[in-house]
């Protein structure tokens, strides 16, 4: 079975250019989270969606980031303008709905903002 | 909020060995569920281990098991017979009913040959 597919696995770029990170949840999953990881803050959950609704975006950090999820099997996660300090591995989760099923990842996409 | 800490930031095992992790949680809740998951240099997130806080019984997966202190808010994994490809960071993550999981920020373990 295919797990969660990310794209792409690096993005090297410029700073305030814009940046797009993809996600295809596990088949059947109705759970779609988005977390950023770095060195100084470990992982940090930034947005998490249930049957493509946004539920929590409070870890989004700034306006600058926003994400979708037009249907089950497709997000994105947006940055515009991209920042430095935007640099870090994202990755992208997805699970079934209800209590005590764990998530499933993604292999992350790091991403370099010069 | 719940809160997850993990007091080690690293730890190293000679191959063969048997080490335990430490994780400890902070809840008011009763019923929840808790993990540990991997992240070798690859750094795919891989989940180890889990465990329901209803069972008292210690989750064990092969080589990897656990020491569920519910009273105490422990959460400790051991990995006995340890070999080079346990070497990774892991991380201890809590879930409850219907919101997503909060992680520990991790400790790095290395098995030496």
């Known amino acids: 079975d295919a797990g969660v597919i990310q794209s792409p696995r690096h993005e090297v770029t410029e700073m305030g250019q814009e940046v797009t990170l993809r996600c295809k949840p596990i088949?059947?999953?109705?759970?779609l989270f988005w977390y950023r990881q770095t060195m100084m803050r470990g992982l940090e959950l930034l947005i998490y969606f249930n049957n493509n609704v946004p539920i929590d975006d409070s870890g989004m950090p700034e306006d600058r980031f926003s994400a979708k999820m037009p249907n089950a099997s497709f997000s994105t996660l947006k940055i515009q303008p991209s920042e430095p300090r935007d640099s870090a591995v994202y990755f992208c989760a997805s699970s079934l709905f209800g209590g005590h099923q764990p998530q499933h990842f993604g292999d992350g996409t790091r991403l370099s903002i010069l | 909020a719940q809160t997850v800490t993990q007091s080690q930031p690293e730890m190293s095992v000679q191959e063969a060995e048997t080490v335990t992790l430490s994780c400890t949680y902070d809840t008011s809740e009763s019923n929840y569920y808790l993990f540990w998951y991997k992240q070798p240099p690859s750094r795919q997130m891989i989940l180890v281990i889990r465990q329901e806080a209803y069972k008292q019984q210690n989750a064990t997966e092969n080589r990897f098991s656990v020491n569920f202190q519910k009273a105490a808010k422990s959460f400790s994994l051991k990995i006995s017979d340890s070999q080079l490809g346990d070497t990774a960071m892991y991380f201890c993550?809590?879930?409850?009913?219907?919101?997503?999981?909060?992680f520990g920020k991790g400790t790095r373990l290395s098995v030496i040959a």
């Open positions: 993550a809590f879930m409850n009913l219907n919101t997503p999981l909060v």
């Open positions: 088949s059947g999953h109705n759970s």
